[in-house]
């Protein structure tokens, strides 16, 4: 196959292709490029042991790599993949044998480098620099680290990024990135530039059609969904999630007052997506709490975008995070947000979001999931109307149900009720009732009429990834924003 060299290529240096939160963006981004221009390809790691040499090349460790979830769409998309040793710190000399080869035989190509593995950036970065690439970029999309002896090695080969001149640009997903990988001095110097991570909207808008079919699929059409998507590692904190789950579903088995009696009789699921390395350990909690047969570990998807219409409900305790896309997509499908208030505030775009301390017990979480799903805490305070909005969205989880909140005989007019209220024009609530642009647009429990403004906001906070490849693409033909 013939690459058109003319044009701008991009060479983005990560750990992998598999389905990891910086991964899929940068794969979104690419789809959204305009390909005739700039094309992408991708430096991955892997490790050399079945080449039986220590610094293989990349032609070597490629024939023995298995290949990663997005091994495909990079091809299909014009780039290519190339692969070097993964640097185990015990390393150093042939990492950078390998890495100075490659430069070497693929001079010329590349006008930029991306490197979107802080942990080696300050070891490529500099080696690309001398081998003639013109632009060289550090990409910070991770806040936090892991602990151990693992986070303490990540953090010294991070330090030369503290200062200038490591990289010609140091781009990051949200401020907390920025300083967790260059340092409070850089951010604040202006040395830093914030680029949000972004999706694509449209892709993730609420659509009922969808929402019925994943439902049926999985078996859930009369079951509260409550989602999280994220890769089963320590920084997703899936232990805590199971934990409020399985309070949750002590809180509605055992409501003696009958504080969530709306909720009785439908059964609850939790719908994890995503693989990774605790994935077995999390079944295991799972069956220890006993709510085993209510979760359901469905893996990686290609279609998750789907899968997100078919939850009720998004709960998201990381430890920590750069900026999680997985948050911004269950905005855009509608979903109510509880998300720990470790994870970067430039999520938090939407009156969607909610977020608590994963200091808190699991419990105070899930009486905050249930009192959500009864819209307890709704912005709107007709109680009339918190009665009809409550009643709909239970219809919507579940189907129609026999009992309804109204005997026959106190069911309201609603045509005399809207009668000369503004109701009767399509209008959800009367002036007098304060913010009227977002009464009109938005209400909680109605996600197909809320869309368009809960993308609008979602847009305008720069996670539109169509409006973001139109930015990336002027500054890579440019050299400049």
């Given at each position: ?10 060479l ?123 632009v ?62 972004a ?46 789950f ?72 990381s ?7 997985s948050?911004v ?60 909005k ?12 026999a ?43 109605d996600r ?34």
């Amino acid at each position: 196959m013939e690459y058109g060299y003319g044009q701008i290529r991009i060479l983005h240096v990560l750990g992998g292709l598999g389905v990891g939160g910086a991964e899929c963006r940068i794969i979104d981004l690419y789809r959204n490029m305009d390909r005739d221009k700039i094309q992408f390809d991708f430096l991955v790691h892997y490790s050399p042991e079945k080449t039986g040499k220590k610094s293989p090349t990349s032609d070597e460790l490629m024939a023995v790599r298995e290949p990663d979830y997005f091994d495909n769409s990079v091809k299909k998309l014009g780039g290519r993949i190339f692969c070097v040793p993964k640097f185990v710190g015990t390393n150093m000399a042939e990492y950078k044998a390998a890495l100075k080869r490659l430069f070497k035989e693929h001079q010329g190509e590349w006008k930029f480098v991306q490197g979107h593995l802080t942990g080696t950036a300050a070891i490529y970065l500099p080696i690309a620099k001398r081998s003639g690439v013109p632009v060289c970029i550090a990409h910070a999309r991770v806040a936090g680290g892991d602990e151990g002896v693992k986070g303490l090695a990540k953090r010294l080969f991070r330090a030369p990024l503290h200062r200038e001149g490591v990289a010609d640009y140091n781009f990051a997903c949200s401020r907390e990135a920025g300083i967790a990988v260059f340092g409070k001095e850089m951010v604040d110097a202006g040395n830093v530039r914030i680029i949000p991570n972004a999706i694509d909207l449209k892709r993730f808008a609420y659509n009922e059609e969808t929402r019925n079919k994943i439902r049926k699929e999985l078996g859930v059409s009369s079951a509260i969904v409550i989602g999280h998507v994220g890769s089963f590692r320590y920084a997703k904190n899936h232990e805590f999630l199971l934990n409020v789950f399985a309070q949750v579903c002590r809180l509605l088995d055992n409501d003696d007052l009958n504080q969530y009696s709306m909720l009785h009789g439908l059964r609850i699921r939790l719908l994890m997506l995503g693989k990774g390395p605790l994935m077995d350990d999390m079944r295991k909690l799972a069956d220890k709490l006993h709510i085993y047969d209510r979760c359901i570990f469905a893996g990686n998807k290609s279609n998750a975008s789907e899968y997100y219409q078919a939850m009720d409900y998004f709960c998201f305790p990381s430890r920590y995070e750069g900026l999680p896309g997985s948050v911004v997509e269950a905005q855009a499908a509608g979903l109510q947000c509880l998300v720990s208030d470790t994870v970067t505030p430039e999520v938090n775009v939407t009156e969607l979001v909610s977020m608590r301390s994963i200091n808190s017990e699991p419990r105070d979480w899930a009486r905050k999931i249930l009192d959500d799903l009864m819209l307890h805490e709704d912005y709107h305070s007709d109680v009339l109307q918190e009665e009809i909005k409550l009643n709909r969205t239970l219809t919507a989880i579940a189907g129609e149900r026999a009992e309804s909140i109204f005997e026959p005989e106190d069911m309201p007019d609603l045509e005399l009720l809207d009668k000369d209220t503004g109701f009767d024009d399509g209008i959800a609530l009367k002036k007098s009732r304060g913010d009227m642009h977002r009464a009109i647009e938005y209400s909680i429990g109605d996600r197909s009429q809320s869309s368009v403004y809960i993308l609008s906001k979602l847009r305008a906070a720069g996670f539109d990834v169509k409006a973001q490849a139109r930015l990336l693409g002027f500054f890579y033909e440019s050299g400049h924003f």
